[in-house]
């Protein structure tokens, strides 16, 4: 088990270190943290972008006022082969197709006019598929209407914020950029 006490961290640098110590982790490994609130924020931060984060098993433990200890277990091994049925996924409006695989690949289900809050996923490329019905996407406030069938692709570090012109099913899939 690898231990880090990021109290003692400049809170600038904490994230940073957090994932490099994480990345280095074997499959079936636990980064146990040691915090001085929370790590709640972490967590989805986690959860969103590192598809090995298994965030089943997260686990945390507020052992004083402030020390919270908090386990990051790192999924195990990837079989080849995975398959899932778009329409049996659990979770509303989101569900993780391949819960702590990359690319991280996420159902979204939005009726009409219901819309995901602005956000941004950086250090991936994005790909949004509509599969059916009709969303509107404003990627930096610029509006893109994405119908059944189209495929949008955009930088993560855009701000994005779709919003369902009727009730609509679309496959995102946040891939890890690579240095071109």
Avoid: C, Q, W
């Avoid at 961290?9 to 915090?35: Q, S, V």
């Avoid at 908090?70 to 993780?96: M, N, Q, S, W």
Wanted: net charge negative; charged share 35%.
């Amino acid at each position: 088990m690898t231990e880090l006490d990021v109290r003692r961290i400049p809170p600038n640098e904490r994230h940073d270190r957090i994932h490099r110590t994480f990345e280095a982790l074997e499959p079936g490994e636990t980064l146990t943290i040691i915090n001085d609130h929370d790590p709640k924020p972490l967590y989805y931060e986690m959860e969103a972008e590192v598809p090995a984060f298994d965030a089943d098993g997260y686990e945390v433990e507020r052992e004083a006022p402030s020390r919270f200890v908090a386990e990051f277990p790192k999924g195990g091994t990837e079989p080849a082969i995975d398959r899932v049925r778009i329409a049996e996924l659990d979770g509303e409006p989101h569900a993780d197709a391949f819960p702590g695989r990359a690319p991280k690949t996420i159902r979204l289900s939005l009726e009409a006019d219901e819309r995901v809050p602005e956000h941004d996923h950086p250090d991936r490329t994005v790909l949004f598929h509509v599969l059916d019905g009709e969303i509107d996407v404003a990627l930096g406030g610029e509006s893109h209407r994405v119908s059944a069938g189209e495929i949008l692709r955009f930088d993560g570090e855009l701000s994005v914020e779709p919003t369902a012109r009727k009730e609509s099913t679309a496959l995102v899939v946040l891939a890890p950029r690579t240095a071109e």
